[in-house]
């Protein structure tokens, strides 16, 4: 017994329903029945979707990269091992045109809504003649463009739909752990797949081992800037909030202050609030989309975060402050939210981890960012 | 044993499991559905209910609805069960009809599963006039609901009216004047009611 959509094997996971047996598994994203064939989703592409153009030009090393992605794709997966703001997004800009130019479907998966609002504009900007289609929960009228940006939750609409399927983040929640998400994924796809990661974990290695693939990696940050290492510090309550509070007084730039549960940041916030200018948030805080379109335009020096905003934000001149405890963080998500410091041309900032206790992920997210700094 | 809804392992070795029935829920999903019986009023009804349509009894309502996952049709009444069959002893039971084509979707109908294992004869011959479906309709297109439904049966003594989730109370008032000229009591349960 299999269920052609998910992968599962496993006989607990099947039902048997008044229709007959379905997959509890990948239930969820809709009832399949065992053995029963997904329907792949078709749709038409314009004319002249292919053609791109940048508002700036691309380093000699993104140039690179892009062809050796596009040269690999000819052969086998792609796995695209970048680290962050080095411009993921520009290097496949080139194979998307491509797989258009031949009339073939293309799709960019990703784990969050608002960069795939985001990215729509983006793609957009790039592609002007074609029409980028934004799937997202609450937003799947119509499923139909030259270019699907979806949410990796909506790719079970696209069985086998896709030639080239572009799975960014990888390596980030929904799709970290998430086998049954990661099989729904690689189902959409019948062509090639471009997996695009900072990090590579265990459970992405364990797809690669199932399919042929070729690295293309990037090092460099189109300023040349190297990544921030961070100074770290280890203190247990109170005396971390001293630290926190010594380095919130000497900074002149904003900074995000990573926490690691909801209850930590309003705990935090509640404190600081009473000497500093800052906001907060969390996935499910209601007005979460105000305080963080407020911290960007300066209204606050401060923002207590979850992991919420470790990946799609763009601030310069932003400081980076982590909160480790309760070994709630590793080295992928040290990795991202690290990673936010000195993005974009011109920009600097400091980072610090103020750690409860030693952690590996810790040692592992220094190390990562000394060997990508040795590439400068 | 695992749960029907996070997966998780059951232990079946709880002291409640050697009287009650097995639930198919984890201890930790049965307490987030919060459940709690209230008696509320929807147009002028007394209708008896047992859970706020909210948070993971929608979602788990939703599941069984919307995705068709039959596994889920037990756990709603699990622990309510035994409390119908006695509290509406000499009832007869009439589930608020569905539209043919969600049954056919569907495969199955959603009410008929949730009371399944409730030992009470069920009424025969209620249905609607034309196929009226309420996903995604205004409160005052969902009351155009209320004169849809036809009954050819014989005449009823008691009878417990059941549906599972509450809003406008458009279906429930619907099948309530239908039969209530030929019936001689009437009562109303709904499994959730939503706060609108």
Redesign the interface.
């Known amino acids: 017994m299999k269920c052609l959509r998910c992968g599962n094997e496993d006989p607990a996971y099947f039902y048997k329903g008044s229709k007959g047996y379905y997959c509890r598994k990948c239930i969820r994203f809709s009832r399949i029945l065992f053995e029963e064939e997904p329907e792949s989703f078709d749709y038409e592409l314009s004319q002249d979707c292919d053609e791109y153009r940048f508002d700036y030009e691309l380093t000699a090393e993104q140039k690179k990269a892009s062809a050796e992605c596009l040269a690999a794709l000819n052969e086998s997966d792609v796995l695209l091992y970048c680290v962050c703001g080095a411009g993921k997004t520009e290097i496949v800009i080139e194979s998307i045109s491509s797989y258009l130019r031949r009339g073939l479907k293309v799709a960019y998966a990703i784990a969050r809504k608002e960069v795939v609002i985001e990215l729509e504009k983006r793609f957009a900007k790039i592609f002007p003649h074609a029409r980028i289609a934004a799937v997202y929960g609450g937003h799947h009228d119509d499923l139909s463009g030259d270019l699907i940006v979806c949410t990796c939750h909506q790719l079970y609409r696209y069985y086998k739909s896709f030639d080239l399927l572009i799975i960014d983040e990888v390596d980030a929640f929904p799709l970290k752990g998430n086998e049954t998400l990661m099989n729904i994924s690689l189902s959409a796809c019948r062509g090639r797949i471009i997996f695009s990661t900072a990090t590579v974990d265990e459970g992405l290695k364990k797809v690669l081992a199932k399919r042929s693939y070729k690295t293309v990696s990037l090092f460099l940050r189109p300023s040349y800037e190297p990544l921030s290492l961070p100074q770290i510090f280890y203190f247990r309550q109170p005396f971390s909030l001293l630290c926190l509070n010594r380095i919130m007084s000497l900074t002149a730039n904003q900074a995000i202050i990573f926490v690691s549960s909801r209850k930590d940041c309003l705990f935090y916030y509640r404190i600081f609030s009473r000497f500093y200018s800052c906001t907060y948030v969390y996935s499910d805080l209601e007005n979460r989309k105000q305080n963080i379109e407020a911290f960007p335009s300066g209204q606050y020096r401060f923002i207590f975060s979850t992991t919420v905003l470790e990946r799609g934000i763009t601030i310069r001149n932003i400081d980076v402050v982590i909160m480790n405890s309760r070994k709630i963080f590793d080295a992928a998500n040290l990795v991202q939210m690290l990673g936010r410091v000195g993005r974009g041309l011109d920009s600097k900032g400091n980072s610090y981890i103020i750690s409860d206790h030693h952690s590996p992920s810790i040692d592992e997210t220094v190390k990562y960012i000394r060997k990508a700094n040795s590439y400068l | 044993m ?1 749960c ?1 809804y996070c997966d998780k392992e059951i232990d079946t070795l709880s002291l409640t499991s050697l009287f009650l029935k097995e639930d198919e829920l984890c201890e930790k999903c049965r307490k987030q559905l919060n459940r709690e019986r209230k008696i509320i009023e929807v147009s002028g009804l007394k209708i008896e209910t047992f859970y706020e349509y909210d948070g993971l009894f929608r979602s788990m309502l939703l ?1 069984y609805k919307e ?5 889920l049709k037990g756990v709603f009444l699990y622990g309510i069960e035994d409390y119908i069959n006695l509290r509406y002893f000499g009832y007869q039971l009439l589930p608020v009809p569905s539209t043919g084509t969600k049954i056919r979707q ?3 109908d959603h009410l008929a599963g949730i009371f399944e294992n409730v030992k009470l004869p069920r009424v025969k011959g209620l249905m609607m006039n034309r196929e009226m479906c309420q996903e995604g309709k205004s409160l005052s297109e969902r009351r155009e609901i209320i004169d849809n439904y036809s009954y050819n049966g014989v005449h009823l003594n008691k009878v417990l009216i059941v549906d599972d989730v509450v809003t406008t109370g458009s279906s429930l008032m619907g099948v309530f004047r239908t039969i209530e000229p030929i019936s001689k009591k009437i009562k109303v349960l709904s499994l959730a009611y939503k706060k609108y």
Not at chain 2, 67 to 71: G, K, W
Request: charged share 35%; aromatic share 10%; proline share 0%.
């Open positions: 695992k029907l599941q995705c068709h996952d039959e596994a569907r495969g199955f």
